[in-house]
């Protein structure tokens, strides 16, 4: 069975610093990473997935995120944090089957101005 | 309009009585699922429908039941609700196949059993 881990709870970033929010994961086979970010009362709203190819992937609003196979690692980071960039991340994966995403318990992100 | 709406957005209901959350998608997507979020604890599913004819269970089904109305249609009940079923639901869709495809988000529905 799958699973993922996002080990601190609460990440506080000064702004115009670089972020880096940390996801570790584990499945049977090859992952499929995504990174969701919830803003206060919203839903939950895709930013990016690594399915296949080059490690760093590109997401929205300047994250982006890089899969390490070795360590199986999948980080969301950010070169400069914007105060609008706090907010709720979740880690999610599934594996190569016809399963549906497990999440994190999700990271909370503050951005100080 | 949005893409999954979720109906009630916020709901006050009394222990043992029957409560249904409704998710209607317009994105085409034969996939739906409902997810349950706690402080702490992130998201857990609860069921999942591949299809019309599919039901799953999920990590946290008991106390829940589903019905797939239609292709776009998809509802969750409580049959007796308790208060430690008190939480933000979300209702989500994918398309079919591909392991890779997204999972979109409706805005949640909060709950509150007292």
């Known amino acids: 069975a799958q699973s993922v881990a996002q080990p601190e709870d609460q990440v506080n970033v000064a702004e115009g610093n670089p972020l880096t929010v940390k996801c570790t994961y584990s499945?049977?086979?090859?992952?499929?990473l995504f990174w969701y970010v919830q803003y206060p009362n919203r839903g939950l709203q895709f930013l990016l997935k690594y399915i296949t190819g080059d490690n760093l992937v590109k997401g929205s609003y300047g994250f982006e995120a890089e899969f390490n196979k070795s360590q199986t690692s999948f980080h969301l980071k950010k070169p400069s944090a914007l105060v609008s960039d706090s907010a709720l991340y979740f880690c999610a994966v599934r594996d190569s089957g016809n399963t549906p995403l497990v999440f994190g318990k999700g990271t909370r992100l503050s951005v100080i101005a | 309009d949005a893409d999954v709406t979720q109906t009630p957005r916020n709901r006050i209901t009394k222990t043992g009585k029957r409560i249904m959350l409704e998710c209607s998608q317009t994105?085409?997507?034969?996939?739906m699922y409902w997810y349950r979020q706690d402080p702490g604890l992130g998201l857990r599913l609860i069921y999942y429908s591949f299809d019309v004819k599919d039901i799953n269970k999920g990590e946290i089904s008991d106390g829940y039941s589903v019905s797939r109305q239609a292709q776009a249609k998809f509802s969750l009940s409580l049959e007796s609700a308790i208060p430690n079923q008190t939480a933000l639901y979300f209702c989500a869709t994918s398309e079919e196949g591909g392991t890779g495809n997204t999972i979109y988000f409706g805005e949640g529905s909060w709950l509150t059993v007292v």
């Open positions: 499945v049977s086979g090859n992952p499929y």
């Open positions: 994105k085409g997507h034969d996939r």
